[in-house]
């Protein structure tokens, strides 16, 4: 293996013989390029003889947070750039990283179009194919892949960069229906309350009448406890509290259900596309 020196705070490598050789460019909008695509990329440039150059883009760089993310998105991306730079070097494989700013688009088109021979391109989970097809001259990969659940613990524990796309709190789709159901008989008993009290008069002149409107006093306690238990029975469901019953009987469905499925394994493998 041909040695080269990466400089830490730059992301710039000294220049060696290995320059000539041609590259395959990672690219990444993250701190931290995923491992599938690290393998990925190793595995190729191994059998091919190629080289490696990484870049990591920075998109927000003037985020106004006073450079927190930015000092967050350097420390990540050294940290990366050491695990790419030890796997490169057991195989080996010639690698080179830097740290850039701004639209993907426009740092792969500059990239291309430098001195630095690029076959094709590899671009990282995040990135839309298209924005970077748009600007390449040369082939672009996407590496797709599925996150194990045993995962690399080591790994996730060295992950620094903070992500600021984080998703917000959903409820799920049970709980939704119990709160539809319990705003609508809420509003339903409500209603039932408000009719009896605002025409106290005409209510008392019918239902006194005997004879046949003997059946309205009945047909409103039903009307009354029909809406008022369903609301009720909504609001505790949606609080999350069961009758014993109900609760016994969804968990022998939930049983019988598992019991008929049968888990699919998952193909963990990397898998890249092309656009040329």
Not at 149 to 155: D, R
Request: aromatic fraction near 10%; charge should be positive.
């Amino acid at each position: 293996m041909t040695k080269h020196d990466m400089n830490e705070k730059t992301g710039k490598t000294t220049e060696t013989p290995t320059a000539n050789i041609p590259r395959i460019l990672v690219v990444t909008s993250k701190g931290h390029l995923t491992e599938p695509v690290m393998d990925y990329a190793i595995s190729v440039a191994e059998r091919l003889n190629r080289a490696i150059h990484a870049v990591y883009v920075n998109t927000l760089p003037f985020l106004p947070d006073g450079g927190v993310r930015a000092r967050h998105f350097s420390r990540a991306v050294r940290e990366s750039a050491t695990i790419f730079k030890e796997k490169a070097r057991q195989k080996p494989v010639f690698f080179s990283y830097t740290e850039e700013s701004g639209k993907v688009g426009k740092v792969v088109h500059r990239l291309c179009h430098s001195a630095k021979r690029i076959d094709f391109i590899v671009i990282d989970k995040g990135i839309r194919r298209s924005e970077v097809t748009r600007k390449a001259p040369v082939p672009v990969f996407s590496v797709i892949y599925t996150q194990s659940k045993k995962g690399n613990p080591t790994y996730k524990k060295k992950h620094h960069f903070n992500n600021l796309n984080t998703g917000g709190f959903s409820m799920s789709a049970k709980k939704t229906r119990y709160a539809k159901r319990c705003l609508i008989f809420g509003l339903g008993s409500a209603a039932l309350y408000a009719a009896v009290f605002t025409s106290s008069e005409t209510v008392m002149e019918y239902y006194t009448r005997g004879g046949w409107y003997a059946i309205l006093p009945v047909a409103t306690v039903f009307a009354f406890s029909y809406f008022h238990g369903s609301f009720t029975s909504a609001f505790w469901s949606m609080l999350g509290i069961e009758g014993s019953q109900k609760a016994a009987d969804e968990l022998a469905e939930k049983r019988e259900k598992s019991a008929d499925t049968v888990e699919k394994r998952r193909d963990e493998r990397p898998r890249a596309q092309v656009n040329a």
